[in-house]
């Protein structure tokens, strides 16, 4: 059988992240860093588009890559609103949705795709973008009408990172119940029950556990008082609450790596703040444990803090008598990306339309 070459885009705010894959098998990766003086001259994120994507193929010309040897393009999905997971062929009306209103670097990852298979006569797509939304109804009810809970996690890692626990344990990810455990510098908590995340917490808006750079769920009481105290914009409290907060603003670092070398030294708030986050994401699992009605078929943790042997020993600690718990450090987006391409252009799966 042929092999197919896609090229998978992963922008960040300061970064692209790029991969080519020979169908599954990574034939390189790197990461093309945009200094702030350079981003600095564009006042919306979408007008980074040309310059990201100059610098993606200027690369590529120096790896002596063909750009009309790729066979696809997978691109990070952004935030493009409330779609069901799969693999989305980035059409006119999906551009559109990538283009308008850019708030975050991923929506750029599709806006460049779609230009180059343009270009090149080849297809481009998106796979689980952050908005995928499998939530079941009652799931999403607040106590207050007009106001539902909103879906909005780390999709794209962990569908792969489930469907990689379910060949482990020799299962269809489609017949399993797991709970996957994100930990970066957000985190997300999802009960996947056959194959769709039926519950989540929102790890973009600030619910959820304290992170390393995020507040998580805050007492409502207390929100209000910091919206109404003169001390934020709105636009700087929905910044602070989901970049500088959690052990950024408690300790000036997002790195548990740190952490830990400050536990090491004695720091005793240290300890206390690494043993709280732990401790809050063990509760939102016992929350998802209750989603699932106990049928669990393992509970997987991922993501880069998944390194740390330390964190995930005081996670078992409360959560191991739930049921197995598998351990899949990192993230996978790239390997994702291709096989959410993958599985398209081998006819496994059909690509979805917008």
């Not at 794209?156 to 709970?179: G, T, V």
């Not at 959820?208 to 709105?234: H, N, Q, W």
């Amino acid at each position: 059988m042929p092999k197919y070459n896609i090229l998978t885009i992963n922008p960040g705010s300061t970064s692209t992240k790029i991969a080519l894959f020979k169908d599954n098998e990574l034939e390189f990766e790197q990461v093309l860093r945009h200094p702030a003086e350079e981003l600095n001259q564009f006042s919306k994120l979408i007008d980074q588009y040309e310059y990201r994507k100059e610098k993606i193929i200027n690369f590529l010309e120096e790896k002596n890559i063909t750009l009309k040897d790729l066979d696809a393009i997978s691109c990070r999905g952004g935030l493009i609103g409330p779609i069901p997971s799969g693999t989305y062929t980035i059409n006119d009306s999906l551009f559109t949705r990538l283009s308008t209103d850019v708030v975050h670097a991923s929506n750029l990852a599709g806006i460049i795709g779609y230009n180059l298979s343009k270009e090149l006569g080849i297809p481009s797509y998106i796979t689980d973008p952050v908005t995928v939304d499998e939530m079941a109804p009652i799931a999403k009810v607040t106590g207050i009408p007009g106001i539902e809970r909103k879906s909005k996690f780390h999709a794209l890692n962990q569908k792969a990172i489930a469907r990689r626990a379910a060949k482990q344990l020799n299962r269809r990810y489609d017949e399993s119940n797991f709970i996957v455990i994100h930990i970066g510098g957000g985190i997300s908590i999802g009960a996947h029950e056959k194959g769709k995340v039926i519950d989540v917490n929102n790890v973009i808006d600030g619910d959820g556990p304290m992170a390393p750079t995020r507040a998580g769920s805050i007492p409502v009481e207390a929100v209000i008082d910091l919206c109404f105290s003169g001390k934020y914009t709105r636009t700087e409290l929905k910044e602070y609450v989901s970049q500088r907060a959690g052990l950024t603003d408690y300790l000036g670092t997002s790195d548990v790596r740190d952490v830990q070398e400050m536990m090491e030294q004695g720091n005793e708030q240290a300890k206390m703040l690494y043993e709280a986050m732990a401790y809050q994401i063990c509760k939102n699992v016992g929350a998802m444990a209750t989603v699932l009605k106990g049928k669990i078929d393992a509970i997987v943790v991922t993501g880069g803090v998944a390194y740390s042997k330390q964190f995930i020993r005081l996670l078992k600690e409360r959560i191991d008598f739930l049921g197995e718990v598998i351990v899949i450090p990192g993230e996978e987006e790239m390997l994702a990306l291709a096989e959410g391409a993958l599985r398209v252009l081998t006819g496994e799966e059909e690509a979805k339309t917008i």
